[in-house]
């Protein structure tokens, strides 16, 4: 053995061996960003399933001794003009919107992802037929054609929900369509056509598990539309029927008063867009994170 070969080894010895991973170590936390957003939904989701359990809540009780009071203790985010609790109002708004955006997703998720697959896998002739009803459906404007049904049908969460998911079918077709057409070339599905696995098993087994996450990571976008549709809707008075609380129906109620007493509108306004903020960057995290590098 040469001197060489001989210092090799001892130099070899010598460095220091990198730290094993402690088998318990705690994972990295998530980003300071994703936390407080996923705080503030969590907040706002179990604001709306729990406080509506306690007793003495009533968002169409109106304290007439104080109208239009500002907020401080008894009523956290104040009174409106017929002295009802915002705070409860509000609650009971994220309620109806939650419920609205539930119903959408459900809808255009399941429309959309059934349209999506049938397109992406079988193309030709039902793809073209697909592309040409959601192309015809996305050039009805959304809000005149669900004031319209609205008017004719009456107010309701279900009438609501149903219509705006309607809308968001094209969407979601369009994502899961555009995804199917990828997987449909990658190896493992051509590996499963040339051995005869039947398609609607290759769509179950191979397709669908790689875009269910894509179809529910665009779900936030669905919800977010679905969020500020409703509102929108109620701010016009097309939504629900007062003194049925829902954040567009409070900013409504509050725009006679602005001048005097601003948090009528502003406690609902601020809630419906840190909710739709932090739904928004929630959604584009997963997307980048989704995403190939």
Not at 205 to 226: Q, S
Request: hydrophobic share 50%; aromatic share 6%.
């Amino acid at each position: 053995m040469t001197t060489a070969e001989t210092v090799q080894p001892a130099a070899a010895a010598a460095e220091p061996a990198e730290p094993a991973a402690a088998p318990g170590r705690a994972r990295r936390l998530p980003p300071p960003g994703v936390l407080a957003a996923t705080a503030w939904l969590a907040v706002v989701a179990l604001c709306a399933l729990l406080l509506p359990l306690l007793p003495g809540f009533d968002p169409l009780h109106g304290d007439f001794a104080h109208p239009s009071a500002p907020p401080g203790p008894g009523h956290w985010l104040g009174t409106d003009a017929s002295g009802r609790d915002l705070l409860q109002r509000t609650v009971a708004g994220a309620r109806a919107s939650f419920a609205v955006a539930a119903l959408t997703v459900c809808v255009g998720l399941l429309g959309g992802g059934a349209l999506g697959l049938a397109a992406g896998w079988f193309r030709g002739p039902v793809d073209k037929v697909i592309g040409f009803a959601t192309d015809l459906l996305m050039s009805v404007p959304t809000l005149i054609l669900v004031m319209i049904v609205v008017s004719l049908r009456g107010p309701g969460l279900p009438v609501i929900g149903g219509l705006i998911g309607l809308f968001t079918v094209p969407s979601f077709t369009r994502v899961v369509r555009a995804v199917v057409l990828s997987l449909s070339e990658r190896g493992f599905v051509q590996a499963a056509r040339m051995i005869g696995t039947a398609p609607l098993r290759i769509l179950r087994r191979e397709v669908v598990p790689h875009v269910a996450p894509i179809a529910l990571t665009f779900a936030f976008t669905a919800t977010t539309v679905a969020i500020v549709a409703e509102g929108s809707l109620s701010f016009l008075g097309f939504g629900l029927r007062p003194p049925e609380p829902s954040w567009g129906g409070i900013i409504a109620e509050g725009r006679t008063t602005l001048g005097s007493a601003p948090w009528i509108s502003l406690a609902p306004a601020a809630v419906l867009c840190l909710t739709v903020l932090a739904l928004n960057y929630l959604g584009e995290r997963l997307r980048s994170k989704g995403s190939p590098a």
